[in-house]
């Protein structure tokens, strides 16, 4: 795992364009800011193609979706194939119905995505696999989420991440596993989404988006590990702050000592 | 009072189906959260019937209503009045001017309401009642607020629920009044919100409204109580995540403990 | 500098209406509220001449516009000046684009204003100076601050707020200069929009907007600083929530003793 790739995220501080969802929007654009890039959440299509020019990459979140924002959507996403930045997209709640897949799977059909984000029960419905979900929360089945992820990630031509109490992160060949968790991350609304966010930074600023998917990753977890052991017991509001603390405090030095992962050999500059 | 609803709502972790104000939706997405509920806030119209069909309830806010957003709530709330998903209504700043007057008092003609939520100032305009109300966070004023709450209940057959220093909560014929209080609330923007999507969160649980309403409130006020006993001094900032901690935390035998109100025999599993 | 604006504000509790940027609202509201004036976010068409009639002011933040917000805005704006409201401008992000400076110097050109508040790079490219800029935050480049807000402040006929490491205030012809400031402003992405707010509050209290952007600004300014020497280090997260308490608790007396600003000749109730 290439640690050193936080501090060059840090040098550069890109621009993180991120189309948000609405409820998390304002501990995602801290999370960004805390870590060392720049929040952009434009809404506005008028200005797709200058936003999408001078940034890093693109992170498009569908949590909370509406006509004029899918509209914004295509036109954005259009000028990041165009001008080569990486997009990212978060399938929030997709297994909650028919209408979210179709979205999805349109994003999915007509754009080149660097990385896909979810849950296993959104990896799973994207995959057309099998798995129990419910709703929008729900990361828990049955089912083997190494294969379904890396069928997603054959389908769609991308890395596919599949978050959960272990988060399984595939080019559709190699497979990298990363241990570290927190009960609270599931205690606050916004995990989910600022991990997307956290894997559109890292994106901006490699071309190898498999190396990205993982360090973005283990920063987030190891961030959240930190903000938890922290606490006296399950503080559910207060996490989403002291989460936002560790992504500006945590160093390169912290994700390489305290990542838990699997196979070790992913590890590049050690 | 029904303390275990507090434990039914979370062995059954349903989805509270929240149309919200964008100034406090991620503190009210958050509080349901930690409370043991699962918020969806969707925004799409295509999407509203799936959504409701999975919800257990509906919890409407107009705090910050534009044209898109009416339509979807209407479309929302037909759909719930169709599955019977109990409908909550917040009627934000409905004093504040005639325009919001009218947009609620459309909604509650076409719809049936299982509980309305609003300060005294908010359910004294919609009961056509004497009250001296300001802008959008009055609640102080003069007037029988008793007879207003039922009055209102009986015009729009549903509990209504008038908050502030006591809570006086009906369904038009019996009363309770909730005394459990903090200054914190005032100075927190989305409380109320978070207190009507509470109540939104016990009405998928139980038949009885009217007893959702009580343990919703009483939940709530003194995980407000908690979070405020714990603070040297008046932390309006920290109140937040500090209430959403104590959303979590509380027990239904903290409840018991500690809830204040009239009459007793309101108590039922006792 | 008129420090008892801080206690006319409390008296009055005006309410201070905000177009908003969604990412930031939630912490722009609550700062409005623990400061002591009530926030109203309206998005209606609808009611916006009844909003702008019972507010002290009206705050345009363009940070996350979008095409109906812009129709709002125009009508907001016009009621603003047709009610004698005092209209505050916080132009986020333009020199981040083309379409972003348009929009900016359109209502420029159409409404009074009475306070722009933006960073060095944002005063400098409605001044149409020389200035490096890079994205949504970046208030660092090199020139001559100081004339370029004076040209901007003569150019629009109002005064201009150009925050920064120093800010400088001025109604093109006096400059007042505050040196209060934290490196945890950077660092939490709300500030600047919570700081162009709470001059909103203030320009409500008094005619003197020269004065009430100097009272807020340093106001703010001061409530940062002691929110941030609460802290062990830098906690990019916390700072939000402590910003606000400290903004309720802040008093008069506090910001007198702790102001750092020049001309000291521009004290006036010493």
Redesign the interface.
């Known amino acids: 795992m290439d640690f050193n790739l936080l501090n060059t995220l840090r040098e550069k501080n890109l621009?993180a364009f991120n189309i948000?969802n609405?409820?998390?929007?304002?501990?995602v654009?801290?999370g960004i800011?805390?870590l060392g890039s720049?929040?952009?959440?434009?809404?506005?299509?008028?200005?797709a193609e200058?936003?999408v020019k001078?940034s890093g990459s693109v992170t498009i979140n569908l949590?909370?979706?509406?006509?004029?924002q899918l509209e914004?959507t295509n036109s954005v996403a259009k000028f990041a194939n165009q001008y080569n930045k990486p997009l990212v997209l978060d399938p929030v709640?997709v297994g909650?119905?028919?209408?979210?897949k179709k979205v999805c799977n349109e994003l999915l059909d007509k754009y080149r995505f660097a990385v896909i984000r979810g849950n296993a029960g959104e990896i799973a419905t994207l995959a057309d696999a099998e798995w129990n979900t419910?709703?929008?929360?729900s990361g828990q089945g049955s089912g083997n989420i190494v294969e379904i992820a890396k069928k997603l990630a054959n389908k769609r031509n991308c890395v596919v991440c599949a978050s959960g109490k272990v988060d399984v992160i595939t080019d559709g060949n190699q497979v990298v596993k990363i241990f570290n968790e927190s009960n609270l991350f599931k205690?606050?609304?916004?995990s989910g989404d600022m991990l997307s966010s956290t894997i559109g930074c890292f994106v901006g600023v490699t071309d190898d988006y498999f190396e990205a998917a993982q360090i973005a990753t283990a920063v987030f977890d190891v961030a959240g590990e930190i903000a938890a052991s922290k606490m006296p017991?399950?503080?559910?509001?207060?996490f989403?702050?002291?989460?936002?603390?560790e992504?500006?405090?945590i160093t390169a030095a912290d994700v390489k000592q305290y990542a838990k992962y699997e196979p070790q050999e992913a590890i590049k500059n050690d």
């Open positions: 621009i948000s609405f409820v998390t929007v304002q501990d654009a801290n800011n805390a720049s929040p952009i959440m434009s809404q506005d299509k008028g200005e200058e936003m001078i949590g909370a979706f509406y006509d004029e914004q709640g909650a119905g028919s209408r979210r419910k709703g929008i929360d205690l606050h609304v916004g017991e399950e503080l559910a509001g207060s989403g702050p002291k989460l936002i603390d992504l500006h405090l």
